[in-house]
């Protein structure tokens, strides 16, 4: 039998530049199998334009890194490109985007109409209000390319086998890779990276995985020169999102494509084998609103023949990152797929870091969003996953304001409260198919949010007062809270407590009935959860964790077991348990009107749970806090909920008990310092960076990440910061950058209004001496405003109020 120490699958950008970073990073008998020929999918049809510019600040390091890759193998025009703003809120969305950018290290430049008329002659000046200049961007061909890293990889050893279909892969008893098949035979390995494209969700169910991404068509169309209007292939790459389009120049005509509002997914049952480099049928009915948008920037276009309308799809995931990473349960098993349109621009950085991953065990970057195995049962339904792709897509220039809900894979997950939330005028938004209220409307109708802000704009929410009334009923009397969504797992068996040791960075060996507060780290120490565990038995446990990261921390429990430890069970138990928090200072006396069982500070201490009884139903009341009040979080069989929630607010009223939603949650626990995982804390962070150093228990070893703690010592510093001089709502969304005397020294991870202090709060990531009265500027909305560090905890820092 053949044999090879990796075989990658598929010979498009992403698989030819992970065969191309093996190679680099020593590995031998590397091996790339393309069942056509190279580009032989998505890779063939791109425009090939590439941009550093992102929301994340992952991906502009991916598409940095890929640009100076391009660069070194010569095949990159580095002509520049021009954003236009087409509306004043299109503008503003470029700004706080500059901000983003300035807040990770990018050179985006803002200009003036005039400026961006300067850079592209041809357009028309009506309704440009302003754009950004990325000198750094360009355009690649797309086969010059993929060819050229081919070739690297070759001359550094790795094999690219053509025409070769993997037809099949064997796992060992373990589930491990033992072999790949293919219609020229086995090839024996230990190591798979599947990196199949669209094609890539039925190579991982070789394995029995699963990864959802969907072929969503993308068109492009090639128009003819137009004399006097030639357009120079160095031209600089333009983007329109307000026309929804993007364009550079080709043959002295132009390349222009766009984001349809109404894409089409297709090939729900999966990609044929046989299909290769041809296109699918293009749609002129459904390209004209994009032409139109490109006619009214570039109106010579009018008189520009159409050469040749090109349709093919990417592989769309449902919330448009790519797919990274091993695949918890399959040893060997690597996932390089999904780019989502993300073509040229990720796959350089997406093949280093993969190969950093799995060379090291861990990677440097924050990929926390990018892991393979993310997406959990919700998404084996191929026609939500296809819904929520096409909306990743509708919204790829289409404005999309921070406050925003989507609007796809609505209405799948209710939880047992539901209908007491609807009749509260609860305004639901939606995560990880969950339904949640965000704030309640007392007296209107339910509904469901959508695109709200575009009716206010980047402006104060009209609902500022409902905010401030819900989070003053939880720091004045009582708050109650559907938290239902929350993540719920099951470790239970005689291995369980090592396999939590090992990957927690705090101690869970402590009485049962204990609930600790920890993250998991990765063996760079860097944050991949922040959760809270409850022992409930000798062997038995309770992860609780945010709703979009059940299993993405499930998957990550299972990577981390080994095949010598004692056996342990995981298991989602997300469903079995309605979850309500109570919380503010007449919390306890409304559990005891409601409970026979004893709920004293002495029976529930802080940070413990115990089983009480409310009117028949055995709950578990937690007494933990994201809000930091006083209060519980009762655990409860979901046919049992609505019961316990009506015993709670009868009990409450007298009290002035109001039902809060998570927009709420957002203002009381940033004013208490509490961290919010995915912007806060994140893998590229470490516990004492984010300011959870106190999780780290004391003279624990053997956890995941402890030898890099040890060394390590901080380079940045999540700080409270009080932004603008007084209580004027600011809007602020997170990712501003953080100045001192014009030079960028940080960037807002988070933030909210809070209402306790009538004040503007931002936890940002600050140099760790950065002298605390430094006169720091965070730039809200184009605006420099002044900021001062403060306290980490401004509000009870003493935790008076929840140790009552
Ligand atoms: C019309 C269009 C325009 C685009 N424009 C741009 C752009 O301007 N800039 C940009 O950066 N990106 C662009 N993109 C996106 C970009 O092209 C894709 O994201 C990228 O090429 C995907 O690369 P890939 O390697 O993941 O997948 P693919 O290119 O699809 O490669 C997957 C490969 O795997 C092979 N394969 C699959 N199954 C097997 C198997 N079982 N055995 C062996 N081989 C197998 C296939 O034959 C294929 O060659 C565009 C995409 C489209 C569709």
């Known amino acids: 039998m053949d044999r090879a120490r990796v075989v990658v699958i598929g010979g498009g950008i992403a698989g030819v530049s992970v065969a191309y970073h093996l190679a680099k990073a020593g590995w031998r008998e590397v091996l ?56 004043a809120e299109s503008l503003i969305e470029l700004q706080r985007a500059v901000s983003r950018a300035a807040g990770i290290g990018l050179d985006a430049e803002l200009i003036s109409p005039a400026e961006v008329l300067e850079r592209l002659p041809g357009a028309e000046p009506a309704s440009i209000h302003g754009g950004v200049w990325l000198a750094g961007d360009g355009h690649v061909d797309p086969h010059i390319a993929t060819h050229a890293l ?31 098949l293919t219609d020229a035979g086995a090839i024996e390995t230990e190591c798979v990276v599947n990196a199949a494209g669209i094609w890539a969700p039925q190579v991982a169910a070789m394995v029995g995985a699963f990864i959802p991404s969907v072929p969503v068509d993308h068109q492009h169309v090639a128009m003819a020169a137009v004399s006097g209007h030639e357009v120079a292939h160095d031209a600089p790459c333009f983007r329109d999102p307000d026309n929804l389009v ?42 004209a609103p994009l032409l139109e948008g490109a006619i009214r920037r ?67 970057t924050d990929l926390d969003s990018y892991r393979a195995w993310r997406f959990g049962q919700l998404y084996r339904d191929s026609v939500l996953a296809a819904e929520a792709a096409r909306e990743v897509y509708r919204y790829y220039y289409r404005l999309r304001y921070p406050l925003d809900s989507a609007q796809a894979a609505r209405g799948r997950r209710l939880s047992a409260l539901h209908l007491r939330l609807e009749e509260g005028g609860a305004v639901f938004a939606a995560k990880n198919g969950w339904e949640r209220a965000d704030y309640f409307e007392p007296g209107r109708p339910w509904r469901r949010a959508g695109e709200d802000q575009r009716r206010f704009g980047w402006n104060a929410p009209p609902y500022l007062e409902r905010l401030r009334e819900e989070h003053t009923a939880f720091r004045e009397r009582a708050g109650i809270i559907d938290l239902s969504s929350f993540g719920k797992i099951d470790v239970s068996g005689p291995g369980a407590l090592a396999l939590l040791e090992r990957v927690c960075d705090n101690r869970i060996e402590r009485p049962v009935g204990s609930v600790v507060y920890t993250q998991f780290l990765n063996a760079r120490g860097g944050i991949v959860a ?108 979901p046919e049992w909920a609505m019961q316990v929630w009506d015993r709670l607010i ?51 070893a053997g956890f995941i990440g402890e030898e890099a703690l040890r060394a390590a010592t901080p380079r940045k510093r999540l700080r409270t910061l ?11 969304y997170g990712g501003e950058a953080v100045r ?34 430094a006169p720091l500027r965070v730039e809200v909305l184009g605006e420099p405003v002044p900021a001062q560090l403060a306290a980490d905890v401004l509000y009870d820092p003493g935790n008076a109020r929840l140790l009552a």
């Open 32 to 87: 790339l199998l393309e069942k056509g020929e190279l580009t032989s999918g998505s890779t063939h049809h791109a425009a090939g334009l590439v941009t550093q510019f992102n929301p994340s600040p992952t991906m502009m390091r991916f598409r940095r890194y890929s640009i100076e890759l391009y660069r070194e193998l010569d095949v990159f025009a580095n002509v520049g490109s021009v954003r236009i703003a087409s509306s």
């Open 650 to 700: 009868a009990a409450g009223r007298p009290h002035g008990i109001r039902a809060g939603g998570y927009r709420a949650l957002e203002s009381l626990r940033i004013e208490k310092g509490y961290r919010y995982f995915g912007s806060d804390l994140t893998a590229a962070d470490t516990p004492d960076e984010g300011g959870v150093g106190f999780c780290v228990a004391r003279g624990k």
């Open 722 to 732: 009080l932004v603008g001089d007084g209580p004027e709502y600011r809007c602020l």
């Open 530 to 637: 922040d959760l809270t565990v409850t022992r409930l038995g000798e062997e038995s446990f309770r992860v609780v964790t945010g709703a979009g990261a059940i299993d993405s921390d499930l998957g990550w429990l299972r990577l981390a077991q080994r095949e010598t430890d004692a056996p342990v069970a995981l298991r989602d138990e997300t469903a079995e348990h309605a979850v309500i928090g109570i919380w503010g200072p007449a919390a306890r006396r409304i559990l005891a009107a409601v409970s026979a069982s004893d709920v004293s500070a002495e029976a529930i201490p802080y940070r413990s749970a115990r089983s009480i009884d409310i009117g028949g139903a055995a709950v578990l009341a937690q007494r933990i806090t994201f809000v930091g009040e006083l209060g519980y979080e009762l655990y409860v069989e």
């Open 740 to 773: 001192l005397d014009g030079e960028v020294v940080g960037r807002v991870r988070s933030c909210a209004y809070a209402f306790t202090l009538g004040r503007n709060v931002a936890l940002a990531t600050v140099p760790p001496a950065l002298d605390d009265d």
């Open 150 to 180: 081919a070739d690297a990889a070759r001359s550094l050893g790795a094999e690219i086998r053509l025409r070769t279909r993997v037809s099949g892969i064997e796992l060992g008893p373990r589930r491990e890779v033992r072999a790949v």
């Open 246 to 287: 993007y364009g550079k120049g080709e043959s002295g005509g132009m390349l222009i494509g766009g984001y349809e509002a109404d894409p089409t997914a297709r090939w729900s049952d999966g990609v044929p084998w046989e299909h290769g480099s041809s296109p699918v049928e293009s749609d002129m009915d459904r390209f």
């Open 298 to 364: 570039f109106p010579f276009l009018e008189d520009a023949g159409v050469i040749r309308l090109l349709c093919h799809p990417d592989a769309m995931t449902p919330d448009g990152n790519p797919l990274m990473g091993p695949m918890p349960g399959v040893p060997g098993f690597w996932v390089a797929a999904g780019l989502s349109l993300n073509g040229f621009g990720a796959a350089g950085g997406m093949g280093a870091t993969l190969v950093e991953w799995m060379t090291d065990g861990s990677s440097e």
